[in-house]
């Protein structure tokens, strides 16, 4: 295969525990049209033995080494603060890119100076004729889903099109981007740290794009439980906080009472599959999380330079 370089793009993946998944990963990078100049893997503290692996077989991956645990926000933030590409790309290590990944995003980054970011079609690893996610989408209420999840890759989202945002776990971004609005909210720690994130440079006028001949595939689920008592407590905290911190107050006005239905049906869903305690406690650190949120709103919100009636355009019934 012949290799374009690109003297523009840096990769960047967390990593904890993710020694069974690193070789899927990495050797899809290494077969990648388009080189990036730096693939950085940051560590969270693993105890796998996936550092050494990443050392003793993919030399041309740089990794840097957190103590511990500190979350996916921090991990990639550490990443994109040590990277030098105009243009970061953000990898989960539980994904796989087709050759032309790379340079599909990056030609499609380059194509519209308006597009802050750009997400792919993501199939899942073991099925791939099933969608995994075709971009990130809000529903009426305004909390997020990923769009064509487990429908089939017929054709139905074949169109390249501006969407809200792009999943994390495969993404492309201009760093202007994060010069802009900021990084990952540390806060978050995981889960809705990238939805936080998209909503922030919606506001700011960056827009995403999604581009479905960029293919990745990605085995949802081998980095976190999507039923475990913490990702439910995390998500429902979580989901307060991007609501207090990023949700322009005439819109938060309008939504409010869609929010409130929606949340109280999450309530009602968590209780009918065992899961209650934990979104009862999830919601109640979300509340503890607001006064902070509320003073980060303080540099968010005078960033916004798009209207109400834009952002709702992204917010639709959910299928």
């Not at 899809?28 to 996936?50: F, H, W, Y």
């Not at 064509?148 to 139905?156: F, I, K």
């Not at 939805?195 to 990745?216: E, I, M, W």
């Amino acid at each position: 295969m012949v290799h374009t370089q690109s003297p523009t793009v840096s990769i960047v993946i967390p990593n904890l525990n993710g020694l069974a998944h690193l070789p899927d990963c990495l050797e899809s990078l290494k077969a990648q049209s388009m080189r990036p100049i730096e693939t950085i893997i940051v560590d969270n503290g693993s105890t796998d033995g996936s550092v050494d692996f990443v050392r003793n077989n993919y030399p041309w991956a740089s990794v840097v080494m957190l103590p511990s645990n500190a979350g996916v926000a921090v991990a990639m933030n550490r990443g994109i603060v040590a990277s030098n590409g105009e243009y970061v790309a953000l990898l989960n290590n539980d994904t796989a890119l087709a050759p032309d990944w790379l340079e599909t995003m990056v030609r499609a980054l380059q194509s519209e100076s308006a597009v802050g970011s750009v997400a792919c079609k993501m199939l899942r690893f073991f099925d791939r004729q099933k969608i995994d996610a075709a971009g990130d989408f809000l529903t009426r209420a305004g909390s997020p889903y990923s769009r064509g999840s487990n429908e089939p890759d017929d054709g139905r989202y074949d169109a390249r099109e501006f969407i809200f945002g792009a999943c994390g776990a495969a993404a492309l971004f201009r760093r202007i981007v994060f010069d802009e609005i900021g990084l990952f909210d540390e806060d978050f720690v995981s889960h809705y740290e990238d939805v936080d994130l998209a909503f922030r440079a919606q506001l700011a006028g960056y827009r995403c794009l999604y581009v479905p001949d960029a293919v990745c595939y990605h085995k949802r689920g081998a980095t976190y439980s999507s039923v475990s008592d913490r990702t439910i407590r995390v998500q429902e905290r979580n989901l307060t906080a991007y609501y207090v911190k990023s949700f322009p107050a005439g819109l938060l006005l309008a939504k409010l009472p869609l929010i409130l239905a929606s949340r109280a049906r999450r309530l009602y869903r968590s209780f009918r599959t065992g899961v209650g305690g934990p979104a009862v406690a999830g919601l109640w650190e979300g509340v503890i999380l607001a006064p902070k949120m509320i003073g980060k709103r303080k540099s968010v919100q005078p960033k916004r330079r798009t209207s109400i009636n834009y952002l709702k355009s992204f917010m639709r019934r959910h299928p």
